[in-house]
């Protein structure tokens, strides 16, 4: 009975969901514990891509979460969209600061209608994303730590046009970073990592950080590291 009902919940992400306030599309895997008000993961995917590209992942995540996987509201291409054009120069990349900006909003307008939309515990919400869904991660968490427990910045960065938004360093104190990099990166390089670690750091946000041999991609290193990282967050909450 178990294994069907397990079957039921993964084949949920078939479905195509729509937040009427934020208006992001959206797919979700119901925890599957039964046991009152589950803590929430997001997951964000990055530029070019769909949230898709993360149900393998949610099928593997802790039966203990809800996990919600967004899609980006920029549209670049059939599947393929953003949360901000970028585009990459000799200097670095360069973004689309005001769409980056309307994004994070439609992300926190998302969060707040969380609760009621999967029934989540508000307390337990951790958001975590590749590329640029890491980005955004960062983004939201940093400026509106009420509405998230902690963060994942898989292969991505923080944005510095953001920092200035950061909320009081009181307040970003509870929350908690994992910050994970490959160190031939060749489109977000390592240095990227190394700023997201710092300023974290320099913000009182507990942070931890690693870096892996590959390049720009979320390879089973890294997602493994990211599992144990959050199951360990899961259980002390539960303690």
Known sequence: MRLHEDKDMSEKLND?????ASGLAYRVRPAQTGA???????????????????????RQMDVRLTVVLLRAPL???????AWFPVNFTAAGPVIDEAQAERSRRLL????????????????QVW???????????ASVALTVPSAIAGFS?????????????????????????????????????IHFAHHSRDVLEELGVQVEYRE??????????????????????LRATAA
């Open 212 to 233: 892996y041999g590959g390049g720009h991609i979320l390879d089973a290193a890294m997602t493994d590291d990211f599992q144990h990282w959050l199951a360990r967050r």
């Open 36 to 58: 009152g008000k589950a803590p929430c993961l997001l997951l964000l995917h990055g530029v070019g891509s769909n949230e898709s590209s993360f149900i393998a992942l949610a």
């Open 75 to 81: 549209m670049l291409g059939a599947n393929r969209f």
């Open 108 to 123: 926190v307008d998302f969060l707040d209608a969380l609760p009621a939309t999967c029934d989540i515990d508000p307390g």
């Open 153 to 189: 910045i898989l292969s991505g960065r923080i944005l510095r046009e953001m920092l200035p938004q950061a909320a009081p360093r009181e307040q970003l104190a509870r929350l908690q970073a994992f910050v994970s990099h490959g160190v031939l990166d060749q489109t977000l390089g």
């Open 127 to 137: 958001i975590a994303g590749f590329s640029q869904g890491g980005i955004m991660s």
């Open 16 to 20: 195509l969901l729509v937040e009427p």
